[in-house]
């Protein structure tokens, strides 16, 4: 029997690193640094380390507008899981170094278009992970995705 595996996260870091994004309530956009206690994470998202790219999305449900910035992951800290509990999302606590400022806008309104779940275009993954669930959270995101995000800096 072939048992196929992921690659480890020390051979992918090999390959460079993995990419990140967060939707997260923000509370100054224009802040040089920032720090999210507690995070849900998803599709990925709990593997975030330090020295990942991240994207920054200040949360619509937050009265946010989406993209905002891109960073630098400068700490995280996984969260202990809570005992007697079977099933619990992972939380991370990170801290942000901002790299840059979005210069277009980039949220809900614009990624809710793509919603052909199949069709493999990076707004349709960030759309799925984002907002199909709406609720805030660190995601893990693909090249072609990261390569999409940079374009709006």
Not at 91 to 104: D, G, P
Request: hydrophobic letters at 40%; proline letters at 3%.
């Amino acid at each position: 029997m072939v048992r196929h595996e992921q690659p480890s996260r020390e051979a992918t870091a090999c390959q460079g690193s993995m990419m990140f994004a967060i939707k997260a309530e923000v509370g100054d956009p224009s802040a040089e640094t920032f720090a999210f206690n507690a995070q849900k994470t998803m599709y990925g998202g709990k593997h975030i380390a330090k020295g990942d790219t991240i994207f920054v999305f200040a949360s619509e449900n937050e009265g946010g507008p989406g993209l905002i910035a891109s960073g630098v992951v400068t700490s995280a800290k996984a969260i202990a899981k809570k005992r007697g509990i079977a099933r619990q999302t992972p939380r991370v606590s990170i801290s942000i170094r901002r790299t840059a400022l979005a210069k277009r806008r980039l949220g809900r309104r614009e990624l809710k278009f793509f919603s052909d779940w199949k069709d493999g275009r990076p707004e349709t993954e960030l759309n799925f992970k984002f907002y199909r669930q709406a609720t805030n959270k660190i995601i893990g995101i693909s090249n072609e995705a990261a390569a999409f995000l940079r374009g709006f800096f």
